[in-house]
């Protein structure tokens, strides 16, 4: 079932059958190609890694080579509980052959994904869907994730869009033995906040995670954006490492034009990559089938610059989430009020509610009038239930450290962090900013000092003063900015947003701002570009398609929202992509095997080219 797993002619497919069960892996041969599986000595323990660890064992063995998984492998047979000691992105599948016992082990964020479902006393898993889907029993939509979709452009939890089909909770340790399968979690967020100033321990933090994702004779790539996370990690880099900065965008957009400042200031190799519309269509497919339906079609750039960076590089660094976990950017005035007192069930539920209008894409009243006979009162009920249940399963005891926590598990897990898996078909991935020991001393940074970047730029000032000087696209001016001008400039940010789509709109696309802010300006895409335009009347105006055949979306009103868009009447930017993502979404998994084998080695061939 590898095959299913394979989306370009340069990975590297492997199958082991064993006496009492059966496992494959796609990898890029970069860190940890030695063929799978590895054994121990009496071979009574195999094991097999997806990914690669930090932790006490560097200087033992070589750090993010094969010898990752003998380092397990030797482990597990001396305590049981190693992992609670190591740091990375991985999985890691043991197996003691004696007892026939199974044994899977993720990372604390879940940054390696793993889809399981148990069919009577089997296990089937995988890093993605696609394999699962071939068990005849597995190939259920989950109308309840289907929902979701349409309310947040993600299912939030464990939960997919299928069925009988769950991920693997972050931080979990999976037990099958005798047909009995057991799963416990390892490790938990706990915000343990202290009144002294973080800010030296942070900057030793964050530089000790670069260093410990540092191999020599590998070749990294960064690429550069107009905020903080990337120069954060860029300012952790020792010197002598072989890296390449990457830029890219839309012509003309303000992200470019600071990445480019940043990669001047810290001196790297740099690269811009200009991004054209129409090219990104074809890539839309990719964005699919990688991510599981998790992700939108606004992220085609992804496969299409990683294309050309991994010419180029062997790892990529990504500064993923650091500005959720310490520049508090979903944090808001009242979450941070609220954390003075301890959430009851009252204030729980009134924070779910606040959660929900912050995630929900448009309102309930469209997504209703959106949705078709079989969704419709699911899309009303169901997605507020379910983020009142993600937002108990978070554990932490004050309302923004809850929030944050939420956040981390459900949007950067289940969305943010599909761009990463997207790219970690052309490269591999290293998360400097979910590293352990940087996460611990976040957790012990008060809320307050989190919330609107406080501490996030003394913390830049002190790892990187160079690069705190340039500005942030946020705000238009740098972290060294007196926090009045830092204030006044997100308010400018928010105003100028607001009235570059109100002159675009009223003036029916006549007067538009010729610099767009991020790299790719989307809503335009819908308007202006042929092949996009092409792609959403094929899928989305052919009363034929899917989403209308199975009774989820209303055809009439669909047609609706598309045209309001083109017309500049509306903006519907954000549905309209994830009705996009739906609809391609059952195409892929749910279409007859001919079609869809076709498809799939129609598409190995056109990544082969890039």
């Known amino acids: 079932m590898t095959r299913d797993m394979k989306h370009a002619a340069w990975q590297i497919d492997e199958t082991y059958v064993g006496s009492f069960f059966e496992i494959g892996r796609v990898h890029l041969g970069t860190l940890g190609p030695r063929k799978q599986p590895v054994f121990n000595e009496d071979r009574s323990i195999c094991g097999f890694m997806y990914g690669n660890i930090t932790g006490p064992h560097r200087g033992q063995v070589s750090p993010g080579g094969a010898n990752d998984l003998d380092y397990c492998i030797q482990s597990f047979g001396e305590d049981p509980e190693f992992y609670i000691n190591i740091d990375g992105s991985f999985v890691v599948v043991l197996c003691n052959m004696p007892k026939e016992e199974f044994t899977i082990i993720n990372d604390r964020y879940g940054s390696k994904p793993v889809y399981i479902s148990k069919l009577g006393s089997t296990l089937a ?6 394999p699962l889907l071939r068990l005849s029993q597995l190939n259920e939509l989950d109308l309840r994730g289907v929902s979701e979709l349409l309310t947040f452009g993600y299912c939030l939890g464990d939960r997919t869009l299928f069925r009988e089909i769950s991920l693997l909770p972050p931080a979990s340790v999976l037990v099958l033995r005798d047909g009995r399968l057991s799963i416990r979690n390892y490790w938990k967020w706990d915000y343990q906040p202290l009144h002294n100033d973080t800010t030296l321990e942070l900057v030793s933090a964050l530089k000790h995670a670069v260093n410990a994702r540092v191999d020599e004779g590998i070749r990294y790539a960064i690429a550069l954006s107009g905020g903080l996370d990337s120069r ?9 490492t072989n890296v390449t900065s990457f830029t890219f965008g839309e012509e003309g957009c303000v992200e470019s034009r600071i990445a480019e400042l940043v990669a001047r200031r810290s001196g790297m190799k740099h690269r811009k990559i200009l991004l054209q519309p129409d090219e990104l269509a074809k ?3 990719d964005v699919i089938s990688m ?7 606004p992220v085609a750039f992804i496969p299409y610059v990683m ?3 991994r010419k180029e590089a062997d790892v990529f660094f990504d500064g993923i989430a650091l500005g959720t976990l310490l520049g508090g950017s979903k944090l808001t005035a009242a979450d941070v009020e609220d954390s003075s007192r301890k959430l009851d069930a009252a204030s729980e539920l009134e924070l779910a509610s606040r959660l929900y209008s912050r995630m929900a894409i448009t309102h309930v009243g469209m997504i209703t009038d959106l949705a078709g006979k079989e969704v419709a ?3 009303r009920t169901w997605p507020p239930r379910a983020v009142l249940e993600a937002l108990k399963a978070c554990k932490s005891g004050r309302t923004a450290d809850r929030v944050d926590e939420f956040f981390m598990v459900n949007r950067i897990r289940r969305h943010t962090l599909m761009g990463s898996i997207i790219a970690q078909n052309y490269l591999e991935q290293a998360f400097p900013t979910l590293d352990f020991g940087l996460i611990s001393v976040i957790l012990r940074t008060p809320c307050r000092m989190r919330a609107r970047h406080r501490t996030y730029r003394h913390f830049l000032r002190k790892l990187a003063p160079d690069l705190a000087r340039v500005p942030y696209e946020a705000t238009y001016v740098p972290v060294t900015a007196p926090r009045i001008l830092w204030t006044a400039g997100r308010g400018l940010h928010i105003v100028l947003r607001r009235l570059r789509t109100s002159l675009n709109r009223f003036s029916n696309g006549r007067i538009r701002f010729v610099n767009i802010i991020h790299y790719v300006n989307p809503d335009e895409w819908l308007r202006t570009s042929t092949q996009w335009r092409k792609l959403v009347h094929s899928v989305l105006l052919d009363n034929n398609s899917l989403s209308y055949r199975k009774g989820l979306l209303n055809p009439a009103s669909v047609r609706r929202i598309v045209l309001e868009h083109e017309q500049r009447k509306a903006d519907w930017t954000a549905i309209i992509f994830v009705l996009l993502t739906l609809e391609l979404s059952l195409r892929y998994f749910f279409e007859d095997e001919s079609r869809r084998m076709d498809y799939l080695c129609s598409r190995v061939s056109s990544m082969d080219q890039v």
């Not at 954060?232 to 002598?240: A, E, N, W």
């Open 377 to 379: 009162h699911l899309v």
């Open 125 to 130: 898993f995988a890093s993605e869907a696609k």
């Open 283 to 285: 890539f839309y497919t």
């Open 291 to 297: 991510s599981d339906g998790m992700d939108t079609a």
């Open 232 to 240: 954060s990690v860029v300012g952790g880099l020792p010197d002598s």
């Open 307 to 309: 294309g050309i960076i």
